[in-house]
C-alpha cells in the first residue's frame, strides 16, 4: 500500500488517499447499519458516541497493528526513518484503504463481515457503555490523537498459579504514565490504564493545547511528569475494584448476519 511520502519520491505512482476515502465511508455504513440494528434501545446521542469510539483512529490503528498492516506500507525514506509503520494515524489510513479495496474487489457482503470481524469486540464494548470504566479503550483514544502513538504495556506476574498477581506498566509516548496490579492481566492493564489516563488528562487540561477533550494539550509528551511510585503491599487490595473491567473486556461484538445484502 502506497503512502503519499512515497508517492512524493516515486514518481507516476497513486497512493492509497482515494481508497482510504472509500474505505472510511463503508465503514461509517457498516458500523452505523450494525448498531442501529442491533442496539435499538440506545438514543441517537449513545449511538453516535458508540460509532465515534469504533471508527476512531486509536480502534483502526490498534486492528491494523494486530494484522501488521505496518509491514506491507510503501513510505517515503523520512517517515519510513520517523516510524511511520507504527503512528496511529498512518495505520487507520492504511486500514480504511484496505477495507475500500474489499470492497471495490468483492462487493458489500465481503466488505461488511471483515469490519465485523476485525471491530465486533469493539462495537460490543462500546456499546454496552460508551467510555464507561474501560480505560484501556480511553487511554489509546487519547494516546493517539493527542501524540500519534499507542500506548505499550509491561506486564509482570509473581506468585504460585493458584495465587498468581498481575503487575502492569504502561508507557506512553516513550515514558511511564501508569502502574496497576491484580488477579489478572487485564486487571492490571486497566489499573494502570486508568492511573495513566487521569494522570495525562488532568495535565494536558492544565496547559494551552488540544487535550483529552479537545480544551487542553501539551507539545512535549516528555515534559510531562510520570506517575506516582506504585502502592505498598498494605494498599493493593485496592486496584482489585477494577475487576469489572476484566468482563467488560471480554464481551464480544455482534453478529454481522443483521447487516444488508449487496
Not at 66 to 88: M, T
Not at 107 to 131: F, K, N, Y
Request: charged share 25%.
Amino acid at each position: 500500500m502506497a503512502h503519499r511520502s512515497w508517492c512524493a519520491e516515486t514518481t507516476g505512482q497513486e497512493s492509497n488517499e482515494r481508497l482510504e476515502f472509500l474505505g472510511d465511508a463503508v465503514l461509517q455504513l457498516v458500523v452505523t447499519d450494525h448498531i442501529f440494528r442491533t442496539y435499538d434501545l440506545l438514543p441517537e446521542g449513545e449511538l453516535a458516541k458508540v460509532r465515534a469510539s469504533v471508527v476512531s483512529s486509536a480502534a483502526l490503528a490498534e486492528v491494523a497493528a494486530v494484522l501488521n498492516v505496518g509491514d506491507a506500507l510503501l513510505l517515503g525514506k523520512g517517515e519510513d526513518q520517523s516510524g511511520g509503520r507504527e503512528k496511529p494515524s498512518i495505520l487507520a489510513d492504511a486500514m480504511e484503504a484496505v477495507i475500500g479495496a474489499v470492497y471495490l474487489d468483492s462487493g458489500w457482503r465481503p466488505a461488511a463481515d471483515l469490519v465485523m470481524r476485525l471491530l465486533g469486540v469493539h462495537i460490543g464494548t462500546a456499546a454496552a457503555g460508551p467510555g464507561g470504566h474501560d480505560y484501556k479503550t480511553r487511554l489509546q483514544e487519547l494516546a493517539a490523537r493527542r501524540f500519534d502513538q499507542l500506548p505499550r504495556y509491561e506486564v509482570l506476574d509473581e506468585g504460585p498459579d493458584h495465587a498468581k498477581r498481575f503487575f502492569a506498566t504502561v508507557l506512553v509516548a516513550g515514558e511511564v504514565r501508569g502502574r496497576g496490579e491484580g488477579r489478572s492481566k487485564k486487571q492490571a492493564e486497566q489499573g494502570a490504564a486508568r492511573m495513566a489516563w487521569e494522570a495525562l488528562s488532568s495535565l494536558l487540561a492544565a496547559v494551552p493545547g488540544p487535550g483529552p477533550d479537545g480544551h487542553g494539550g501539551a507539545e512535549d509528551p516528555a515534559a510531562l511528569p510520570g506517575p506516582e511510585e506504585p502502592a505498598g503491599p498494605d494498599e493493593r487490595d485496592g486496584a482489585d475494584g477494577l475487576a469489572g473491567a476484566d468482563e467488560m473486556a471480554g464481551a464480544g461484538g455482534p453478529d454481522a448476519e443483521a447487516l444488508p445484502g449487496a
